[in-house]
């Protein structure tokens, strides 16, 4: 052997101890399994939701970003469309209780508040990230999660709000249909689906102010 050869071959010798001295100090990817390895891919999905958008999401980036094998990831759920639709269903937090501060106006901006509050948190961010980027084909797999997880909870609470308003008089008696209850969340979701927009305090007070008080008002004025 050469002496060139058996100066490489002595560096190698070398440098393979400092290697398994770095291998060794790496953290190894934690093991998990069952609910805790789902919630940990879930999250990751909605994280990445959060910074790559609908567009740049990947099973694989998902995967790393939860510190395991694409594998597992489509093993679980075979298609990106069922895994976003999952972790959305998982993370959307939704308002329990309607407000109740005295008076119709107050309430309805209340819950706007607490709806846009809810749509700023990382499942409203990964929610809008869907909506503004997804085509209607893939747009059809999130309809049941945005009614369940949107759209209904707040008719739902919309509607106490305004049964409230109709026993303190503030409200006309028949006012407690679909049709009013739906102006919120549509005006809602329009501004973040076309508009792509954000809701300012301003705007919510003034959307309260010139839509619904008017539309709501008891005396017809």
């Not at 060139?4 to 990817?29: F, V």
């Not at 939701?49 to 995967?63: C, K």
């Not at 308002?95 to 846009?116: F, I, K, M, N």
């Not at 689906?193 to 705007?203: H, N």
Request: with cysteine; hydrophobic share 40%.
């Amino acid at each position: 052997m050469g002496t060139s050869s058996r100066t490489a071959a002595s560096a190698r010798q070398a440098a393979a101890p400092s290697r398994q001295a770095a291998a060794s100090a790496r953290p190894a990817a934690p093991r998990r399994r069952g609910a805790v390895l789902e919630r940990a891919i879930l999250d990751a999905a909605l994280d990445q939701l959060g910074t790559v958008g609908w567009n740049g999401l990947t099973m694989e980036g998902v995967a790393a970003g939860a510190q395991t094998g694409k594998a597992a990831v489509y093993r679980r759920w075979p298609s990106k469309e069922e895994l976003v639709a999952d972790a959305l269903r998982s993370g959307l937090s939704t308002v329990e209780e309607p407000p109740d501060l005295g008076s119709v106006r107050e309430d309805l901006l209340e819950l706007c508040r607490r709806v846009r509050e809810a749509m700023y948190s990382r499942p409203g961010f990964a929610l809008r990230a869907v909506l503004h980027e997804c085509d209607s084909e893939s747009a059809e797999h999130f309809q049941n999660v945005i009614l369940e997880g949107v759209v209904q909870p707040t008719v739902r609470l919309l509607m106490e709000v305004i049964r409230r308003g109709m026993e303190r008089g503030e409200v006309r008696s028949d006012a407690a249909n679909a049709y009013v209850c739906d102006v919120v969340p549509a005006m809602l979701m329009y501004r973040s689906k076309v508009c792509a927009s954000e809701w300012t305090d301003q705007d919510l007070e003034e959307m309260i102010d010139c839509v619904m008080v008017p539309l709501l008002r008891a005396d017809g004025t």
